[in-house]
């Protein structure tokens, strides 16, 4: 029946209509984590908002190990790859609140979240994101954007540097920063 209003009401503006359409639904945490960075935030904003995690698995992954990651990865990200990723449970409909993590590969969001973004449709969805990188957010942040375009963002995080040399920091504005979406 709400649907059913708001789709006859050309009045209402997008932030209510995706306010209205998760009043009792879930909320999801979609990540990708190739060092495990992002599934560790990933665990700390499901644990503060009490949902349900679904972490993307490309079939072909990079080697965490390996230097090669970095130039791989980067091709991989400038190229707007989109990797078939291993299978997962998720129906958008199930869900009015949808948190994405990505790390951040040459400036923009990984791949794995590219082919996420590609297979489900978020338009007027209430959507947050973080990513982690190593250098400034600026383009990453404005591309991880654009690929939201219809959505209803309320909320971004950046994390910088290294999972070791920032640890407590991070997770520490990671947890502040969950708190703020509830």
């Known amino acids: 029946m709400v649907f059913?209003?708001?789709?006859?009401?050309?009045?209402?503006?997008?932030?209510?209509k995706s306010e209205l359409l998760t009043m009792g639904k879930k909320t999801a945490v979609?990540?990708?984590s190739?060092?495990?960075?992002?599934?560790?935030?990933?665990?700390?904003?499901?644990?503060?908002?009490?949902?349900?995690?679904?972490?993307?698995?490309?079939?072909?992954s990079l080697n965490s190990k390996s230097s090669m990651k970095f130039v791989w990865?980067?091709?991989?990200?400038?190229?707007?790859?989109?990797?078939d990723l291993e299978p997962y449970e998720f129906d958008v409909e199930k869900y009015g609140f949808i948190?994405?993590?990505s790390p951040v590969?040459?400036?923009?969001?990984?791949?794995?979240?590219?082919?996420?973004?590609?297979?489900?449709?978020?338009?007027?969805?209430?959507?947050?994101f973080w990513m982690g990188s190593m250098g400034p957010k600026?383009?990453?942040?404005?591309?991880?954007?654009?690929?939201?375009?219809?959505?209803?963002l309320v909320g971004e995080?950046?994390?910088?540097?290294t999972h070791e040399e920032n640890w407590g920091e991070n997770y520490r504005k990671a947890k502040e920063w969950a708190q703020t979406l509830q």
């Open 138 to 152: 600026k383009k990453a942040a404005e591309r991880f954007k654009k690929a939201l375009p219809e959505c209803n």
């Open 30 to 32: 979609v990540y990708f």
């Open 73 to 83: 990865g980067g091709y991989q990200a400038k190229m707007n790859k989109t990797p």
């Open 34 to 60: 190739l060092t495990g960075h992002t599934q560790a935030v990933a665990e700390i904003v499901q644990e503060v908002l009490d949902a349900d995690i679904i972490a993307l698995k490309p079939i072909k």
């Open 105 to 128: 590969w040459a400036w923009t969001l990984s791949p794995p979240m590219r082919s996420f973004l590609k297979q489900h449709d978020l338009t007027n969805k209430k959507v947050a």
């Open 99 to 101: 948190i994405l993590g």
């Open 157 to 161: 995080l950046h994390l910088q540097g």
């Open 4 to 16: 059913f209003l708001i789709q006859l009401n050309p009045h209402v503006h997008r932030r209510q």
